[in-house]
């Protein structure tokens, strides 16, 4: 089955840097590819996402990235600030269906 | 209220008891999704519902049995469960099992084993 590694498991940056979070599936079949944010003590929120049809996609401050031929895709966090602190989660999975596969998840802290 | 509801927010029950967790959705949804969430583990689906049918059980223990009578509700039964079964349990939903749509999660129960 799918098996989703992401990396890395914290990251802390300085008000307004970048962040970048990657992640490796196993599956070529993988074709869906959304990115979660929980924040602490909330329920984890969709926040992009990108199907294996495109390599890029932008939404304001946050890209994504994905490379078939090497089964990885990354979450860009641009001119990043306090309130993107949170919990950011990978997840794949095959076909467009909804049986998502997660990655370990990734704390990201904003320092200020 | 709107979006994933889930009942009870927090569970303290012992290895002998038997209970129920509740999700309800308000979103229309036909697919509906049980997930667990350890520490330091990444989301695991564990049950997955199309319009009331199971579609998806990704082998979990046969202590855990859920329960769809609608397209709006799903219940997690519980018995005999195990310390290593403490976690958050998250519901959510989506407009199809099928496709490209966004979960919607509810706010999780935080059940703890003891």
């Known amino acids: 089955g799918e098996n989703v590694e992401q990396h890395p498991s914290t990251l802390s940056v300085q008000e307004g840097d970048s962040a970048v979070i990657k992640c490796t599936y196993s599956d070529s079949a993988s074709n869906y590819f959304p990115w979660y944010k929980q924040e602490l003590g909330k329920r984890p929120q969709l926040i992009i996402d990108i199907r294996s049809n495109v390599g890029e996609k932008k939404d304001q401050r946050i890209a994504v990235t994905l490379n078939k031929t090497a089964k990885h895709f990354s979450l860009h966090i641009t001119e990043t600030q306090p309130e993107d602190s949170a919990v950011y989660f990978c997840a794949a999975s095959v076909q467009g269906a909804q049986k998502l596969v997660f990655g370990q998840g990734t704390r990201l802290t904003i320092n200020p | 209220e709107t979006g994933v509801t889930q009942t009870p927010r927090h569970l303290v029950m012992g290895m002998t008891n038997k209970k129920s967790l509740k999700c309800e959705q308000h979103l229309g949804h036909n697919a509906m999704y049980w997930y667990k969430q350890s520490a330091k583990k990444p989301l695991e689906l564990m049950f997955v519902y199309s319009l009331e049918e199971r579609v998806e059980n990704n082998s979990v223990p046969s202590r855990f049995s859920p329960e769809c009578p609608n397209s709006s509700h799903l219940f997690l039964h519980l018995h005999t469960l195990q310390p290593e079964d403490s976690a958050l349990y998250l519901c959510?939903?989506?407009?199809?099992?099928?496709?490209?749509?966004?979960?919607?999660f509810g706010p999780g129960t935080r059940l703890t084993v003891t």
């Open positions: 959510a939903s989506s407009q199809d099992w099928r496709g490209y749509y966004e979960q919607y």
